[in-house]
């Protein structure tokens, strides 16, 4: 089977970074690590792809910087990349991310198509269902457990209250959560065998894509401002001397919580 699975490499959550003042964007250092949402899909790909003697291509719109985090995917076992990194793409928003990887995977032409259900730096959840809206393919979204093969893919898709049986034939998309697999730590051979695996960097422009189409041009949205959660404020004791619970009733009437 023929697997591309988008990755996204992010800033390291552990370590603070910046918003540009004026723009809003993130700004983002060289060093970028790979979403750890993304490594569920990139696990589940390599076990299809083992399953069935296939192979994993993976796909990035991102500022390259010095390609952590894609090389943390390829020390994994995938088998090579294809990253979208261009000035140009500064300020694009879900849906013009969406059509660049798209334009990516039509080349590419996979029969499986991989992504996170929502990433861990923007997290707006759509970009799977966008990539196969614009693709026309089969969506099954919320993977927690997949088997492929034989032409189709059958999933258990998480609900609230348990999970449904969905399958769909390729060429499909999934998107995968994270209870979905345990992803392989890379090994040291993997970690020196990504040092030279093909990644290829194609520019907005190799894909078709005009200054007018991509960025803050081409995107309908713009974050016109953000604001820090409000920090919690210090917790108030009631000494109980018989009367507390009434107290503690009031409280929660004033919240509205009862
Ligand atoms: C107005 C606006 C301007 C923005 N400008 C910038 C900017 O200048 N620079 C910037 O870095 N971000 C920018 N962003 C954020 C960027 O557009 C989002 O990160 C992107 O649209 C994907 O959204 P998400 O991360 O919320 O995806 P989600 O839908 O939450 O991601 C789900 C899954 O989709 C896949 N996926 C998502 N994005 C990518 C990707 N880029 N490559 C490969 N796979 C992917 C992954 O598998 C991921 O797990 C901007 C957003 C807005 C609204």
Do not use: W
Not at 36 to 61: F, H, K
């Amino acid at each position: 089977m023929k697997i591309a699975v988008c990755v996204k490499q992010i800033p390291d959550p552990n370590t603070p970074y910046a918003l540009d003042p004026e723009t809003h964007f993130v700004q983002r250092p060289q060093d970028q690590i790979l979403d750890d949402t993304d490594r569920y899909g990139v696990e589940v790909g390599l076990q299809l792809a083992e399953a069935t003697e296939g192979t994993v291509t993976l796909v990035s719109m991102c500022p390259a910087g010095n390609l952590q985090g894609i090389r943390q995917a390829l020390a994994m076992g995938a088998h090579k990349a294809v990253i979208v990194s261009d000035p140009a793409l500064q300020g694009s928003d879900a849906l013009v991310t969406a059509k660049v990887l798209a334009a990516v995977l039509r080349r590419a032409q996979p029969d499986l198509v991989i992504a996170g259900t929502e990433s861990t730096d923007g997290y707006t959840g759509v970009v799977p269902q966008q990539l196969a809206e614009l693709l026309g393919l089969p969506s099954l979204t919320f993977a927690r457990k997949v088997v492929g093969g034989d032409g189709k893919i059958r999933i258990e898709r998480l609900t609230a209250t348990g999970y449904e049986v969905v399958e769909a034939p390729l060429p499909a998309l999934l998107s995968v959560t994270s209870g979905a697999v345990e992803p392989r730590y890379p090994t040291f051979k993997g970690i020196m065998a990504a040092k030279t695996k093909p990644v290829e960097q194609p520019a907005a422009a190799d894909l078709g894509f005009g200054p007018d189409s991509v960025g803050r041009a081409g995107s309908a949205q713009e974050i016109v401002g953000v604001r820090a959660a409000p920090e919690r404020g210090a917790g108030r004791k009631v000494v109980d001397e018989g009367e507390a619970h009434l107290e503690i009733v009031r409280l929660l009437e004033q919240v509205k919580v009862i």
